[in-house]
């Protein structure tokens, strides 16, 4: 079985295959995961390493594979305060995407009832996710106009 150790500190390598997972297997350091051709393989990652769509990882046997960011059941949000919104999920701890006038989290009926009580729009939806990677992460986070 062909292992993957390291994600590659670029995209631009020439991918072999295909690798979709959802958020949180993208967050695992250890698994067995199958590459979108069916051939099954081990990850052997540095813990901590969040791996993002987009990102490549190197193969024991020197191969390149594309991580995609699997399609998921999320949930899609939009209200008045939105700042009010992803306070209270931050205060849970919540993986939030954020968007240009909406939030997304993983699907949580709890959730969703917190949410819709604090006035917010709330849509299921199937896409992929792609939380913010936080303050204090390192490795493929977001960047935002005006950052260097």
């Known amino acids: 079985m062909v292992i993957v150790r390291e994600k590659l500190a670029s995209s631009a390598a020439q991918a072999a295959g295909r690798l979709s997972l959802a958020f949180e297997r993208r967050q695992r350091s250890r698994q067995r995961a199958m590459l979108d051709s069916g051939e099954e393989i081990g990850m052997v990652m540095p813990r901590g390493e969040v791996l993002r769509g ?14 995609v960011s699997a399609t998921e059941r999320l949930l899609h949000i939009e209200a008045p305060s939105l700042a009010r919104i992803a306070y209270h ?5 919540v993986p939030v995407q954020v968007g240009e006038g909406f939030l997304r989290i993983a699907e949580d009926h709890v959730l969703e009832d917190m949410l819709r009580r604090l006035g917010a729009t709330v849509t299921h939806i199937e896409a992929p996710f792609e939380p913010e990677g936080g303050a204090y992460t390192t490795g493929t986070d977001h960047v935002f106009p005006g950052d260097a």
């Open 54 to 67: 987009g990102d490549r990882v190197l193969a024991s046997d020197g191969r390149v594979f594309e991580v």
């Open 89 to 93: 999920l931050g205060n849970r701890h």
